[in-house]
């Protein structure tokens, strides 16, 4: 039997949102913790902090894990709140722009660390 058009797609996006958001909670004090261990005082502590590929790496996943969380959550809102379609359009329009120049501006700073 052919499912039909976006009959599963609540679940899905739940599931999604729910991984993004396990992501998050284990990533936060993982990273608290290791910034109190290191306790970088100055730029080169910094930039030393995150030359390490996998460091770079797992800091992406948290900003593409917290724009996911964000997009779906802001998208039930807009669907279940904002009844002119134009308007829910524009909205959609307008923070997938932000949250995509967000993610962009991430890797840029990830990846200019020497």
């Known amino acids: 039997m052919r499912r039909a ?3 599963h797609r609540g679940l899905d996006m739940w599931l999604v949102q729910r991984a993004s958001a396990v992501y998050l909670a284990l990533f936060i004090p993982l990273a608290v913790f290791w910034l109190l261990a290191c306790q970088p005082g100055d730029h080169a502590a910094w930039q030393t902090l ?4 996998a460091v770079k790496v797992g800091v992406l996943l948290f900003v593409l894990a ?3 969380h964000a997009w779906i959550g802001l998208r039930e809102i ?6 002119v379609l134009l308007l829910r359009l524009g909205l959609y329009f307008l923070f997938a722009t932000l949250y995509a120049a967000c993610l962009v ?3 840029d700073i990830l990846w200019s660390v020497p």
Not at 78 to 83: A, E, G, S
């Open 5 to 7: 058009g976006g009959a």
């Open 50 to 53: 995150f030359q390490p590929v």
């Open 66 to 68: 917290l724009v996911i």
């Open 78 to 83: 807009f669907i279940d709140y904002v009844q």
């Open 105 to 107: 501006w991430a890797v």
